[in-house]
């Protein structure tokens, strides 16, 4: 195998692929990245493995001989990340004393050398021959994973609460994601409301039916597609494809594929209270810059912040008091209907849903301080931010 490649397109690819290399493989293989060139495409091709999550990428190289060989991940990035700019040529040479292979890599800056293994012992991506399969707008995923991604849950105690469940009807496709604290949902539709977005629309490949379509997908795995299409327009579409054990998402030359999660979610919009006794209209950005700042000064065993809410005054005030530290306190002004009160929340789970909610203006729905509040985005979006607030203490 011999092939000549720019350092910035072996660096970028290879920094996307090793997001797959486990931590700690169960097979020294894994911890290896399958290199394959193709000398009639004159592409050269990277992918990673870790039996659950793998992700393949290509890209333009001038291949004078064709072969596939694998790599120290780890070790391959720290060498091409460090390179210079400029052109790179990589081959395998025979080592006459190992059974194993060398493969030398020569910059303008000099030549490496590194011990490689033979590729027929990397595992195989797993494919999705039959089942659904969707071609999907970028911007209903991009939308999507911005508002759930989030609130899924890192204990791996609970597998199903680690994903972000995905479930469609004829017309949008609904993104949910819990931790058991707090909950978000979003709506993603392509429908135009104005014929300025019906003109905008023309240019959007027609969507799918996705009526009956759900799956659960582990959210290190959504983390890493929200990375792939970070770059790529919005009116670009990507392919779904979805059997019953695996998840195959394909733009372009790169392709993730993952192990979908297994079990039935939660019914979580049993969560979601229809009627509300109070609301609160207020500025996102201010109350989102007033709790970083009183956060300051939040316990970190329970990163309690108190949330006081007048329909007389028509504000909101923030504050947050710590024994060993002190005390912080902030008021905006709000639009308040019904009585005021007050309700506790843990001013992590607060920002990051205030972080997410995409609007200038925010409504807050509530009822007694021990039930769940909601969150709503004014205008654009529909997304649903739920929260569980902490008892308060008298």
Known sequence: MKFLCSQSDLNSNLSLVSRAVPSRPTHPILANVLVVADSQKNRVSLT??????????????D????????????????????????????MVEEDEDSESQIVALKSASGQFQVRAMDAEEFPPLPTVEEGESLQLPIVMLTEGLKGALFAASSDETKQILTGVHLTGTPDSLE???????????????????????????????????????????????????ERI????????TIALQVDEAQVVFQLGYQRLTVRKLDGAYPN????????????????????????????????????????????????????????DLGSAKESMPAEVTGESGEIAFNVKYLMDGLKALPTKD????????????IFNPLGGLQMTYLVMPVQIVK
Do not use: W
Request: hydrophobic share 35%.
């Open 48 to 61: 990673a493995f870790d039996l659950s999550l793998g992700i393949e990428t290509s890209f333009s190289a």
């Open 63 to 90: 291949v004078s001989e064709d072969g596939k060989i694998t790599l120290p991940a780890k070790l391959l990035n720290d060498i091409v990340s460090r390179l210079p700019e400029g052109e790179i040529t990589l």
């Open 175 to 225: 993104f949910a994601a819990t931790d058991g604290h707090r909950l978000s949902v979003v709506e993603t539709s392509l429908s135009p409301e104005t014929d300025e977005e019906a003109d905008e629309k023309e240019k959007i490949p027609e969507m799918p039916n996705l009526e009956g379509f759900a799956v659960t997908i582990p959210a290190r795995a959504l983390r890493e597609l």
């Open 229 to 236: 299409i970070g770059n790529r327009s919005e009116s670009d």
């Open 268 to 323: 979580y919009e049993m969560l979601i209270p229809q009627q509300f006794t109070r609301s609160v209209c207020l500025e996102r950005k201010r109350l989102l810059s007033s709790l970083e700042r009183v956060a300051v000064l939040a316990d970190q065993k329970n990163n309690l912040v108190k949330c006081t809410f007048s329909h007389e005054e028509g504000q909101v005030s923030l504050s947050v008091e710590t024994q």
């Open 362 to 373: 925010i409504k807050m729905q509530l009822n007694e301080g021990n039930q769940p509040v």
